[in-house]
């Protein structure tokens, strides 16, 4: 069974009624509102609970071998909780493509072989701030759903629906066919994004962290686009690229809600 590390993974987890089948706390540790909230809702589902040793958390935790700089002993990145979790289940690109088939504006977000699972966690939960329909990433050579992914997304992954597709270029095609228009990010693009057309049904493609979007994913993309830069940093991490281009399709389709 996988894990979950981290309150507020854990309790975006419960709120969601993602399955838990156990909860581990480290012991000694003083509640907060947040672990509060945790332990209520546990109470409440009626899902085991342990106490248990920081050691035992740090061996359990997916990062548990880091090693800590004055003590030099393992340290996990948990926050004193983990919990075990049924596998995620992910959604089908076709789930995505007719939840959204009346929509007149939409962002499905693709990732073209991203393999850093906080890169991975960090873009899905800036894609769920936005309100974005879908994320879409490799089911092979690409960031894994892990604790690590988790904690990043801070859990955007309980509500945002995450296809896992073995070809992505295939993938784009079928959202092509359902009306969207695709949109990849590259440093060599000519358009800036806020000159680029954002509105109405779009497919936002990041590509790798270090070589970008693929030959033919590149060539699948109906335009390109880039963000602009002033400073001597040759690029941005791609999960920070990918934020403020998902805010520019956001001002670009935004309705003040109503009440």
């Known amino acids: 069974m996988p894990y979950l590390e981290g309150k507020h993974a854990i309790e975006e987890a419960l709120l969601a009624h993602q399955p838990i089948q156990r909860i581990w706390c480290a012991s000694g540790m003083k509640p907060d509102a947040t672990l509060s909230v945790i332990m209520q809702m546990a109470q409440d589902a009626g899902i085991p609970w342990e106490v248990t040793s920081h050691d035992r958390l740090n061996e359990m935790s997916e990062r548990g071998t880091v090693r800590g700089a004055a003590r030099g002993a393992a340290r996990g990145f948990h926050q004193g909780v983990i919990a075990e979790v049924e596998p995620y289940q992910f959604a089908a690109l076709s789930d995505i493509i007719a939840a959204t088939r009346t929509a007149t504006s939409a962002l499905v977000v693709v990732l073209d072989h ?146």
């Open 114 to 259: 991203i393999t850093d699972p906080g890169n991975f966690g960090a873009v899905a939960r800036s894609a769920e701030a936005v309100g974005a329909a879908g994320l879409v990433v490799a089911s092979r050579r690409a960031a894994a759903l892990t604790p690590a992914a988790h904690k990043a997304a801070a859990g955007a992954f309980s509500y945002l629906p995450t296809a896992q597709v073995v070809n992505i270029t295939r993938a784009l095609a079928e959202l092509k066919d359902a009306g969207y228009w695709v949109a990849g990010a590259s440093e060599h693009a000519s358009d800036l994004a806020w000159d680029s057309p954002l509105r109405g049904k779009i497919v936002l493609v990041m590509g790798a962290e270090d070589t970008g979007l693929s030959r033919l994913v590149s060539e699948t993309c109906d335009f390109l686009i880039k963000l602009p830069q002033q400073g001597k940093v040759s690029s941005l991490n791609v999960a920070q690229a990918a934020t403020a281009l998902m805010y520019e399709y956001l001002r670009q389709n935004y309705e003040t809600p109503h009440n």
